[in-house]
């Protein structure tokens, strides 16, 4: 049996990781939705050789419709066209909601590109998460899992997640938003009735990714994140109906913690 997921901010901060590893196994489905073009390029070598995993983007058309989340029922509906439902949906606004570790995750050519995304809204950024759970709750409906992961990295547990943007982010509306939409995200689908009925689980994993100097030393990328994002796939196959609602703190050097 297929497993359908769907990774919102796919090209940074774990994101990528995540897809990568997602796709490897055949026996997923993988949608990854990035910000543009030039976000999806670090996708493009897997898309090439991996035909479970399909890769959506933002137009400058979409962005000009306005922040009502239009562009993303679109694709979902286009999804809903080669998938019966979906199963998991993650949110990863990582590089958003998290500090240092969060963004230099990203290779120096694609770092600024992607922090000017923030500022424009990107499909990862908090501002989205919400947009992309509503659009995608449908296809959720007609999953077999119903799980909706919304990934941040740094204090994510107490939501004092302000302190931990990117400097250039500080004080931004992005960096004001970012609280009160992780609780939407979280809070919010995990109490709905509807969705309580339906076995929905809703949580908010807190990823301690690692300061910058570890992310610097070359065997950062193929030794400790392969190691973190199993964790983080362990954690989410592990989910169960009264987790919902909770933050789900997971680190590279310590096992899973449920705050």
């Known amino acids: 049996m297929v497993t359908v997921y769907v990774v919102s901010g796919a090209s940074y901060g774990i994101g990528l990781e995540l897809t990568r590893r997602l796709s490897s196994d055949t026996k997923n ?8 073009v030039t976000a999806a390029e670090p996708l493009s070598t897997l898309t ?15 962005r000009q419709r306005g922040f009502e989340g239009f562009h993303f029922k679109m694709i979902a509906r286009d999804i809903g066209k080669s998938a019966e439902g979906v199963d ?70 107490d939501l004092q997640l302000n302190s931990a943007l990117p400097s250039n982010l500080e004080g931004s509306v992005p960096s004001n938003a970012t609280k009160p939409t992780l ?35 070359g065997s950062y990328r193929d030794n400790v994140l392969p190691y ?12 169960k109906p009264e987790d919902s609602g909770r933050c789900i703190r997971v680190e590279h050097e310590r096992d899973l913690i449920t705050l």
């Open 88 to 157: 998991v949906l993650i949110n990863n606004i990582s590089c958003a909601a998290g500090g240092a570790g969060g963004c230099d995750i990203l290779s120096s050519e694609y770092r600024h590109t992607q922090i000017d995304d923030s500022h424009r809204l990107p499909s990862g950024c908090a501002f989205d998460a919400d947009n992309v759970t509503r659009a995608f709750i449908p296809l959720l409906h007609r999953g077999l899992l119903k799980k909706v992961v919304t990934i941040a990295s740094g204090q994510a547990h």
């Open 48 to 62: 090439q050789s991996r035909e479970n995993l399909r890769v959506y983007f933002e137009t400058e058309g979409d």
């Open 228 to 239: 973190f994002v199993e964790n983080v796939l362990t954690a989410i196959a592990h989910l």
């Open 183 to 217: 609780r939407l995200t979280g809070a919010r689908y995990s109490t709905l009735s509807e969705l309580v009925r339906e076995g929905f689980i809703c949580v908010t994993m807190d990823c301690d990714i690692g300061g910058v100097s570890e992310i610097q030393n």
């Open 29 to 36: 489905l993988v949608f990854a939705l990035v910000t543009s």
